[in-house]
């Protein structure tokens, strides 16, 4: 049996993990003002210039149940069984519209991923690992969805604007982190974003702390493979992420652009490490 492993272009996986892997992608639809692109037609930059000259977030517009269909039986001519990973449904209708679509479908499942961005990445490799191990679509879909609750997935932002914009925040707590310099870590938890702990000072100091917290509080990570994503970084803020994780013994490092999803809630600087944490304590 033939079994395609699906995502949307929420995933940020980059072009060269969605290659090797052969992971199909469905993208969602970015309106800028009175212009829509398809998700990957356009850059990070483009989403930070806009908001600059406009003060107005982008949208981020989910795929409905009709392009799914399509899309699913685009994918059905030339796989057996598909295994699709939605963002979450905390965070879009787009998960509600797949499964709808796929009720209608022989041996299609979608899982909601319940995260954002490589956190989607990771549960959609742990499912080509899957299939190359052999599995049924079935096995495929439950272990994946079992794995959803075991992810850390979160990222240190440099300002608060962003969320604030996107209603996550209010003016008090804007006034508050721009007075004292604060950079929140954003934190993913069924499936909704919120914020926890603070950090200050510049970014590679926030970048060393937040790591150390978060591999800290988060300390029993599988060490196949870590994500380091950001929407925009200095190779220095990248590097201290990427020393940290070396230093906890992780195997496989990918170091991954953010899409529009992440740079739409939470502007430039913005830098995560992604993980499961269902391994050996540290």
């Known amino acids: 049996m033939k079994i395609g492993v699906s995502v949307e272009s929420t995933n940020d996986l980059g072009n060269e993990l969605l290659e090797k892997f052969n992971i199909s992608v469905v993208p969602f639809d970015i309106t800028l003002g009175d212009n829509t692109y398809k998700d990957g037609e356009i850059a990070t930059y483009d989403i930070f210039k806009y908001v600059d000259e406009t003060g107005i977030l982008p949208k981020t517009n989910a795929i409905n149940?009709?392009?799914y269909t399509e899309y699913f039986e685009g994918l059905k001519k030339e796989y057996d069984a598909i295994i699709h990973i939605c963002l979450s449904s905390g965070l879009?209708?787009?998960?509600?519209?797949?499964?709808?679509?796929?009720?209608?479908?022989?041996?299609?499942?979608?899982?909601?991923?319940?995260?954002?961005?490589?956190?989607?990445?990771?549960?959609?490799?742990?499912?080509?690992?899957?299939?190359?191990?052999?599995?049924?679509p079935e096995e495929i879909a439950k272990k994946v969805s079992e794995r959803v609750d075991k992810l850390q997935v979160s990222f240190v932002i440099e300002r608060l604007d962003?969320?604030?914009?996107?209603?996550?925040?209010?003016?008090?707590?804007?006034?508050?982190?721009?007075?004292?310099?604060?950079?929140?870590?954003?934190?993913?938890?069924?499936g909704k974003m919120s914020a926890d702990?603070?950090?200050?000072?510049?970014?590679?100091?926030?970048?060393?702390?937040?790591?150390?917290?978060?591999?800290?509080?988060?300390?029993?990570?599988?060490?196949?493979?870590?994500?380091?994503?950001?929407?925009?970084?200095?190779?220095?803020?990248?590097?201290?992420?990427?020393?940290?994780?070396?230093?906890?013994?992780?195997?496989?490092?990918?170091?991954?652009h953010a899409g529009c999803t992440i740079a739409s809630h939470c502007g430039g600087n913005t830098l995560g490490i992604l993980y499961f944490n269902d391994g050996n304590k540290q």
């Open 162 to 190: 962003y969320l604030y914009k996107g209603g996550r925040c209010n003016s008090l707590q804007l006034f508050g982190a721009n007075l004292l310099k604060l950079r929140p870590r954003i934190i993913v938890k069924d």
């Open 197 to 256: 702990k603070k950090y200050r000072g510049n970014m590679v100091k926030v970048v060393n702390n937040y790591c150390a917290d978060t591999l800290e509080e988060f300390n029993t990570p599988d060490l196949t493979r870590v994500f380091v994503t950001y929407t925009t970084a200095t190779k220095e803020m990248v590097d201290a992420a990427k020393a940290a994780l070396e230093e906890a013994g992780f195997k496989n490092i990918y170091e991954t």
């Open 65 to 67: 149940d009709f392009g």
């Open 92 to 136: 879009s209708s787009s998960c509600g519209n797949a499964m709808r679509a796929a009720k209608e479908m022989k041996n299609v499942f979608v899982i909601d991923s319940k995260s954002l961005s490589t956190g989607i990445g990771l549960l959609a490799l742990y499912a080509c690992d899957l299939v190359q191990e052999g599995f049924m």
